[in-house]
């Protein structure tokens, strides 16, 4: 797998130990694009998956928002559209890395701030509009809007020129990144509370943050020009079938499980150039459609967590985002215990004929 001709570049993010966890080395980011991870089946190998970029727990919001997302949301300023997912089981980093905290701000925020930035500074007047809906249980919901129990979900419908639409969703407009940020705010609550009351779904919808940037083009006799940016938190991958039972999960599980399979479906076929993709297969696949592939740049975050204890969703989670695979012997510990004794005879020899030398 190289990063050359993508469509759909896959990266893989390892969050760092919590607190409360148990250190181990079971997982380790081994360069800049390969990950490295005990062999949940056989512990005596390792499988190594290989990404377009691989970020160890070491690294900050900054890095993978300046490298990777940067020169993506640059692209809707050129009327095209880009999307960013974050796939993992629950606990991984996906909201982490999307939404981030006041103290480590994620991608959403970083992406909206360039984007008011690149307002400022360009001759054009660009409209900014927002909309952030979630989809649960193959049900579209507005986020910007308060809703009852009573709310069913939105259609999605075709318009003319056979553009797919959600009909009924707002769009807001926002002037400021203060603007949108009480507005996201508001909406994240509205999610929150949505899933207080309904057994903590939000781990188990998609949220999906749209940016639209709207300018007319003095140049071309006025033409309008649209660029579309996705900012997508999944629902998490985890299989939920292993704890949970009751009709209402299963079919929750179900349909969480058929819309990432779909979308798993989706990012191969663009990345191997098939013929048919099949964005009418899931609800989240078809709205995104015009977004993804063609002249869309899209990218998979695939957050996994550190540590043994994880190893078969991490396992899991890595063979459906990356088709490149490859099974290692572990290094043997009086191996690398060889190399460090060659290491530091040379450099206390060094060190000695130096010594001495001066001395
Ligand atoms: P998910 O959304 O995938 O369920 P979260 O983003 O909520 O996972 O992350 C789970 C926990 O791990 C949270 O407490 C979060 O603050 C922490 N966490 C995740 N990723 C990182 C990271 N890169 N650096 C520091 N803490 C992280
Ligand atoms: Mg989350």
């Known amino acids: 797998m190289t990063s050359s001709g993508h469509k759909i570049k896959v990266v893989c ?59 993506l ?60 809906f979630e989809i649960y249980k193959e049900a579209v919901f507005d986020l910007l809007k308060s809703r009852d129990s009573s709310t069913t979900g939105l259609p999605i419908r075709e318009d003319a020129n056979r553009r797919i639409f959600v009909a009924g969703l707002s769009k807001k407009q926002v002037t400021s990144f203060e603007q949108f940020d009480s507005l996201y705010q508001k909406a994240c609550r509205n999610r929150r509370t949505a899933s207080t009351k309904l057994n903590n779904h939000s781990s188990r919808s998609h949220a999906i943050l749209t940016v639209q940037v709207q300018w007319k083009d003095d140049i071309s006799e ?12 999944l629902a998490g991958s985890e299989d939920n079938r292993r704890t949970e039972n009751g009709r209402d999960r299963m079919a929750e599980s179900s349909a969480i499980n058929r819309s990432l399979f779909v979308l798993g479906q989706v990012v191969e076929a663009l990345n191997i150039g098939a013929a048919r993709i099949p964005y009418r297969d899931s609800k989240m696949t078809r709205i995104l ?18 540590g043994e204890a994880f190893l078969q969703d991490t396992h899991n989670t890595l063979s459906f985002a990356t088709k490149s695979r490859e099974v290692v012997n572990k290094p043997v510990a009086h191996e690398v215990v060889e190399q460090r004794w060659t290491v530091v005879d040379r450099l206390q020899h060094h060190r000695g004929a130096g010594a001495h030398s001066r001395s």
Not at 14 to 33: G, M, Q
């Open 13 to 71: 993010r390892v969050r760092p130990f919590l607190k409360t966890e148990k250190t181990d080395d079971a997982v380790v980011a081994e360069s800049n694009n390969v990950l490295r991870v005990t062999n949940p089946r056989d512990s005596s190998k390792d499988v190594k998956f290989q990404f377009d970029a691989c970020y160890g727990p070491a690294i900050g919001q900054e890095p993978i928002y300046k490298n990777d997302v940067r020169p």
């Open 73 to 132: 949301v640059e692209t809707i300023f050129n009327g095209m559209s880009a999307t960013v997912f974050c796939y993992g089981v629950t606990g991984a980093g996906k909201t982490h890395t999307i939404q981030g905290s006041d103290t480590e701000p994620g991608i959403i925020p970083r992406a909206l701030e360039h984007i008011f930035m690149h307002q400022e500074r360009d001759a054009f007047d660009y409209d900014i509009r927002i909309s952030y």
């Open 222 to 233: 006025g033409k309008v020009w649209n660029g579309r940016l996705h900012l997508i938190d």
């Open 289 to 306: 459609q015009d977004s993804l592939g063609g002249d869309s740049l899209g990218m998979m975050i695939v957050n996994v967590s550190p």
